[in-house]
């Protein structure tokens, strides 16, 4: 077939004279590419360190007087004493004189002493060799000259890292490094790296800006971070698993900074620890510096490394698109302390659009520092929060504020609502400025929201309600921010068993009835809401047709749930109020019946008043008690007693104690024993409640009264104008500790003396002292002259002022004559 090459055999020929001419060709074809290979790495290599050797050439020319030829000569002479590349030789001298060309801000190492003939580090210096771990490099100097040159012929990103690694960062023992640039949300991009594995780089193409890592802290900071080993790495950095962007034992991230701001930063790492010196230190921040210059060179021409511009404030396009805003936009660069702290904000660039709240333009801002421009920033707290976000790339978002700056001696006041994000090494801002119908509509607005209100008006015939945007809300419905709901729409979203009804309203209302109001559920079953309609009907000219509804909605869902609880909780209170009357009736009848009863046959010569008061407030009744019974034996049992708590528990307690002490006195016990049996009795129950009391058992015949306490106050006893309490024997209150120990008194009653027995509630006053209390029945006493003893317990009653606000009173007297 025509254009088809004849098949080859399958076995290839034997040697001829074709193959070995062949050969021979071949050979000199791969000979010629090595030679071109070769000659292109050393042009390339010599345009390196081109700029170094002509420098020096340039210093030998001026140190020695001499032509430049003369003055290379010298260093070629140089170069075979001492053993060493031109090159070499060269980069010594130039360190010996300029050390670094960093940035300014950059402290340098100090140079070796140069040798008087040469310029270089003297006859004997070695040739710069990489360190050992922990010692400082020597000739730093002369390889930042070496590094500068080699990477001013660079044009891409991947070069870059490959020659920075090869001539600054090799000699120091560093076996990895990376170069990342800021974005301008604050995240770094990764642009170049040199020893670190392809799987690695993938993983972080994107460090996003709220991430705690060396490089990120750099960046922010604007200081290095060093990291001396993986165990101080995994303590500073616990969220950060699995392998490390950059593999070695120390590591250490630095910023990259190029005239006064930060555009990245790099990380570097070696294999073994690594403890650097002072001198190291600068080092490699003049390196870093050299970098970063380069990285925007290399970025500038667009190279396939694929950097752009870090500052794109400085393209012409960019500006363009911010100018094309309506809205006031300023680039605020950071200011850093030296600890990397922002101190403070720079104005980079404000867009076409920018008159600030003291009426400057652009040209008035541009390069000012922000403490400066608005000292009532500061005042307000605003300018904290923009450090806030410079500091930790969050953004913020402000509503409407209120601002005050002075201008020409007077006080400007405006409202604006601003927005700041974080911008490169700064922060982007704008705001928008709020006239005095934009403040007050936003206001209304706000009302709104928080009366939960909103307006509508309607025309008759239109399919829709214009509103404002609370009503979607109200109703339930999503708000389009189209400012208008379509009547059926509106209608759906209230309750199936209303909505009869509020056709009903529109009806009387188009009808030319009077306002009407209308209450009415929006909302699935279960979780409804209440909604209150006013609705007014306006007139036409004429004032016969209906030209338009207006009107207002509320929620009043709250209003409604809280009128439920109060009704609630009123029924509540009218149940209580009547069971507590109740209850008060039925204390009060089982008291009366208590004292009543009968108190056994009169004993001649003994005269007997008592008196219970109930507290001055509420009806509760609480469980005081007293008891006067003559028993068969011909003494008589005198008992005042008070239970712990009110109402009905109280007074089943006193019943009980009363009816029980009755019991166990006709037994003729003496009255320590009587308490005895009564608190065995109350502990063996476990009532729920407890008691103290005074028992007596008084002798007419011998005038002796034989008494006994538990936990109560002692009696008093009036002779001859004068009174006192008695001394109180031991004795613990009723139904504490089942074996309690009540110890006996005894008092011999003279003629028209009077024994009184009572309890607290007649010398107990909140806030004050119950001793001063007792006192002051005792001066009551004794300032009572007769010896009517019913007039005796009013006279104590009135001075002590009773009844006692908050607790009863119970006062028992007696007289044998």
Sequence with gaps: ??????????????????????????????????????????????????????????????????????????????????????????????????????????????????????????????????????????????????????????????????????????????????????????ALRLVASHGVPARRLSQWQRIPPLTTLPLTEAAQLGTPVWVADRTDFAARYPDVTGEDLVPGRTVCALPLRTGGRVIGAMKLGWAESYRPEPEAERYLAAIAALCAAELLRVGARGAAGGITRTAPVAEPWFRAVLDALLD??????????????????????????????????????????????????????????????????????????????????????SAMTLHATPFLDGVLVSWRAHGDQERRDAQLAQAQRLARLGTWSWEPGAARLTCSPEVPRLLGLPDDGSGWIGIARALAAVAPGDREEVRAAAGRVLAGTADTTLEFRVGREGSTRSLRVLATAVRGVAGADVVAVRGVVQDVTDRRRTEQALAGTRNRLAEQRRRTETEHRAVVALQRALMDAPAGPPVPGLHTAARYLPAGRGNKVGGDWWDVLALPDGAVLVVVGDVSGHGLRAAAGMANLRHALRGLAHTGAPPEELLGRLNRMLCHERGDYIATAVCGRLDPATRTLAWARAGHLPPVVTRGGSARLLEMPEGMLLGAVPRAVYRPAEIRLDPDDTLLLYTDGLVERRGDDLGRGVHRLVDALRDYRATDIEGCLDHVLRRLGAPNPLDDTCLVGLRLG
């Design 328 to 413: 006031p936009v300023l680039i605020l660069g950071a200011v850093r302390e030296d600890d990397g702290r922002v101190c403070d904000l720079r104005v980079e660039y404000a867009n076409a659009a920018t008159v600030d709240p003291a009426g400057r333009t652009a040209e008035a801002v541009v390069g000012r520092r922000l403490t400066e421009l608005y000292p009532g920033m500061v005042v307000s707290g605003t300018f904290g929060r923009l450090l806030e976000v410079a500091d930790t790339g969050v953004p913020y978002e402000g509503d409407a504020e209120q601002f005050e700056e002075v201008v020409d001696g007077a006080v400007r006041s």
């Design 1 to 186: 077939m025509a254009g088809r090459e004849e098949p080859r055999p399958a076995v290839p020929p034997g040697p001829g004279p074709e193959r070995a001419d062949a050969d021979a060709e071949r050979s000199v074809l791969h000979a010629t590419v090595d030679r071109l290979r070769a000659e292109v790495e050393g042009l390339q290599t010599a345009m390196r360190t081109r700029a170094v050797i002509e420098q020096a050439k340039g210093l030998l020319a001026e140190r020695h007087g001499c032509t430049p030829d003369q003055a290379f000569d010298r260093l070629v002479r140089l170069s075979q004493d001492r053993n060493r590349k031109l090159v070499d030789i060269a980069a010594d001298l130039i360190g010996s004189v300029a050390p670094l060309a960093s940035d300014p801000a950059v402290p340098v190492p100090a140079p070796p002493a140069p040798d008087a003939e040469t310029g270089t580090d003297g006859p004997e210096a070695p040739a710069p060799t990489p360190p050992a771990p922990g010692r400082p490099a020597q000739g730093l100097a002369a390889r930042y000259h070496l590094a500068a040159a080699a990477l001013a012929s660079v044009d891409s990103a991947d070069d870059l890292a490959r020659l920075l690694h090869e001539t600054a960062l090799a000699p120091l023992g560093v076996s990895a490094a990376v170069l990342a640039l800021l974005e301008p949300d604050g």
